[in-house]
């Protein structure tokens, strides 16, 4: 599943000061219309009613009366969110010791959008977490009605549920029901993710943000298997996985170099769908030859296929192997590790691209037996 995120902020325990925050903030970046308003109005009211719905988890585990699964869930959880504070040095705080009940599949849906022949994303910047590449809703409805806008002015879109999110410390961010559906082991890598993001963040740099909490989740899911005793996950599935995504982001490469044409608007359209059914009958071939028939990835790859449903692979993704690298080059110890990601996220951004880049090479070639 695709981990996105949303950043909306203010201090944690008094729901008065999100609008200390965010309201005036809105007025100064100039955002008074009835459009941005009634958006971040209902940023303010969707954040008010998560942070209404938390429960201390200690509390949930302690009470027989609960639910027997619900208590056995998130006692495993309180085990992960341990790990993630002395053994990977995340931040020991209160975010995912409190538990919400959403009713809801997902806590928000992010509304990603293109343009017809671009893979750049359209950026929406906000006052704590600078800009990022999409708009979250907490109502389906409205993403709905944000992507159906997109449309209408020509562009791709593409709606992504959103299971968990991280108001950067802010707020004491809570496991939510969503995030419980995929299981102790989904739960765990989570956590690991989005403490990541409190770790550390550079506004503005969404694929480094991303890819930095993504290399936190996979690394921290080995040690956390190592830890309890259990096998590192079948190299099958993660091998997959990293062909799928390769697959895509070969997918991009591809359609930026036609998109870098001067061809007619009929004939760049032509060409771009070729490009995503070249993609499909890769996949199958793929699926077929070296994965028995595995059909996992079946629904994503076989529903319609835009620039913007490419884009959080990009996201989540480009520099996972340039992180890899400089935890090996840590010697896999964490705070030497944060200490060159905070050194890389403050070098200025054309820097730090090319340092990533020089990473990324030293990442994908690692020596045997190097780590991951």
């Known amino acids: 599943m695709i981990r996105l995120l949303i950043k909306t902020g203010s201090g ?10 965010l309201v005036p903030a809105c007025l100064v970046l100039g955002l008074s219309g009835c459009s941005s308003l009634a958006y971040y109005g209902q940023l303010a009211q969707g954040q008010m009613r998560l942070l209404s719905a938390r429960e201390p988890i200690t509390q949930i585990t302690a009470d027989p009366q609960r639910d027997a699964q619900l208590r056995a869930q998130l006692s495993k959880a309180e085990q992960a969110r341990r790990f993630a504070s002395k053994q990977l040095h995340l931040p020991d705080n209160q975010s995912y010791r409190l538990y919400a009940d959403i009713g809801r599949p997902f806590v928000v849906w992010n509304v990603f959008a293109t343009g017809e022949f671009s893979l750049a994303p359209q950026l929406h910047c906000f006052p704590i977490a600078g800009c990022v590449a999409y708009r979250g809703y907490y109502s389906q409805a409205g993403a709905r ?83 309890r005793g259990l096998a590192p996950l079948q190299d099958q599935h993660l091998r ?30 032509a060409a771009k769908q070729a490009e995503f059914e070249h993609m499909r009958q890769a996949y199958r071939t793929l699926r077929d030859t070296q994965w028995a028939g595995d059909t996992r990835y079946d629904a994503w790859m076989n529903s319609p296929m835009n620039n913007a449903k490419l884009l959080p692979f990009g996201l989540y993704d480009q520099w996972v192997p340039a992180f890899a690298a400089l935890f090996r080059q840590a010697g896999g110890d964490w705070q030497r590790f944060y200490d060159a990601v905070e050194g890389l996220g403050r070098l200025p951004f054309a820097e730090r691209r090319a340092s990533l880049q020089r990473l990324n090479q030293a990442g994908q070639n690692p020596l045997p037996g190097a780590g991951p």
């Open 240 to 269: 997959q996985r990293d062909q799928f995504t390769q697959l895509v982001l070969d997918t991009r490469t591809r359609l930026q170099a036609l998109y870098a044409q001067a061809l007619p608007s009929g004939a760049m359209r």
């Open 145 to 227: 009605g944000e992507a159906a806008l997109e449309r209408l002015a020509g562009n791709d879109v593409y709606i992504g549920g959103v299971e968990a999110y991280s108001t950067l410390g802010w707020f004491s961010d809570p496991i939510t029901s969503a995030m419980l559906k995929w299981g102790d082991e989904r739960l765990a890598t989570l956590i690991f993710h989005e403490l990541a993001h409190q770790r550390f963040y550079v506004q503005d740099d969404s694929e480094f943000n991303e890819s930095f909490a993504t290399f936190v989740e996979q690394q921290g899911s080995r040690q956390w298997r190592a830890a």
């Open 12 to 21: 944690h325990g008094a729901l008065d000061r999100l609008f200390r925050y």
